[in-house]
């Protein structure tokens, strides 16, 4: 059960953007890492980015590098992921996280760590 709140998801055509927005305020003092991950029907979980919050490095899969940018907005408690320039591919339901976990290893190997939300459907029509 999602215990984090995503919010942003939509349709959108290629080259288009969106930003996905999640409340994070209850779970930023328990865990050291906050990320974005996305699930198509069918396939296995996929790590998008993650922010490691003791001291802001950022990781990133490779399929979104230069294209995607997670941030975080401490005085609003608000994790965010901007896609830009986005395609068919990275049509999928998006899941925002919270846990204590290696960010590099959590990114490659997505697990049930911690807190996740619900998810927010992105569709990218080409």
């Known amino acids: 059960q999602g215990q984090l709140v995503e919010s942003g998801g939509g349709s959108v055509q290629a080259g288009g953007s969106l930003r996905l927005s999640c409340g994070v305020s209850t779970y930023k003092y328990s865990t050291n890492s906050m990320g974005w991950f996305r699930q198509v029907p069918g396939k296995e979980r996929e790590g998008v980015a993650v922010l490691y919050t003791r001291d802001g490095s950022t990781f990133y899969a490779d399929s979104v590098k230069g294209r995607f940018d997670i941030s975080q907005d401490n005085a609003k408690n608000i994790l965010y992921l901007q896609m830009n320039n986005l395609q068919p591919e990275d049509t999928a339901m998006y899941y925002c996280?919270?846990?204590?976990?290696?960010?590099?290893?959590?990114?490659?190997?997505?697990?049930?760590?911690?807190?996740w939300g619900q998810g927010t459907q992105v569709t990218v029509s080409s």
């Open positions: 996280a919270a846990a204590q976990a290696d960010p590099r290893l959590w990114l490659l190997d997505p697990r049930d760590l911690g807190y």
